[in-house]
């Protein structure tokens, strides 16, 4: 069962230091029921850390945070989230031990055959390839029915299949009205989420529907043969080159959105 119509999560003016090295600063992030939010940034953009905190790991904070009890949150970290010296049947039991589930079985069941699992019951997770490991750490997290389902880099390095198998899970659990935070560095990914969250060394850039994010975005970006001074990056054989004083141009996506986000920012070449 998810949490009751009107119910959200969330962090508001987040602040995460560790020692003396500022993890986030002024976070912010509401988490709707049955809606998919994606957490966006590079290497050290403070993504793991804000999960972590969602996961309700304890870590040393300032600001605002609401999220269920740790009985009705569902986790997965980066690169992990399954035993490898259990079987896949026996991954999923103590899951269901841990959570004090009764009757899950039909449950447990049904979400590996989304998985493409179901006919690896028997198999070590450790024998299981890297896709199908994190298709299982993701059928795991969903076992309780969790109202806050928390998914780090789910996605990553997994071949094409198990990406889509691995959203049809996550898209179940929206449907079900779990809130979702899934933290990705695949822009397009992102674009099938309700929300989006920007994060740059660990500060918030901007945050909205992907639709407004681009939308919103100051000037014009557009393809040219080379590239014109600090404002271009390369995508694929072509040039991609933001100008912001620009009107119109041609079609805008989440990934030029978050590169000029950090140009405005930081007002440095990409």
């Known amino acids: 069962m998810n949490a009751p119509s009107g119910v959200s999560w969330g962090v508001q003016d ?3 230091d560790y020692g003396k090295t500022k993890a986030l600063r002024r976070v912010s992030l509401r988490i709707q029921p049955g809606v998919i939010h994606a957490v966006v940034g590079g290497d050290g ?3 793991t850390t804000l999960l972590r905190v969602l996961a309700g790991l304890g870590l040393d904070t300032g600001g605002i945070i609401r999220i269920p009890g740790a009985g009705r949150i569902g986790y997965v ?3 992990g989230g399954v035993f490898g010296d259990l079987s896949v049947a026996e991954n999923m039991e103590f899951v269901a031990d841990a959570y004090r589930l009764s009757g899950w079985q039909p449950r447990g069941a049904a979400l590996l055959g989304r998985a493409g699992l179901d006919r690896f019951g028997d198999r070590l997770a450790g024998r299981l390839s890297g896709g199908q490991r994190r298709k299982l750490a993701g ?4 076992l309780p029915e969790p109202d ?3 998914l780090d880099e789910v996605t990553t390095g997994v071949d094409p299949v198990s990406r889509m198998d691995l959203w049809r899970l996550i898209a179940s659990a929206a449907a079900g009205g779990a809130g979702v935070v899934i933290a990705t560095g695949y822009l397009d990914e992102a674009e099938r ?3 989006v969250l920007l994060l740059h060394e660990g500060t918030q850039l901007a945050s909205g ?7 919103g975005m100051r000037g014009t970006v557009s393809d040219v043969p080379s ?6 990056w390369r995508r694929g054989r072509r040039w991609r080159q933001w100008d912001p004083d620009g009107a119109g141009g041609g079609k805008v996506t989440l990934e030029d959105v978050a590169i000029v986000a950090e140009l405005s920012t930081e007002g440095r070449a990409r």
């Open 77 to 79: 970290p980066p690169n």
């Open 193 to 195: 989420a309700g929300q």
């Open 227 to 232: 590239p014109d001074g600090h404002r271009a």
């Open 45 to 47: 953009a403070g993504k």
């Open 148 to 150: 806050l389902l928390v």
């Open 209 to 215: 529907t992907p639709q407004a994010l681009k939308e």
């Open 139 to 142: 059928s795991m997290a969903l």
């Open 14 to 16: 987040l602040k995460v």
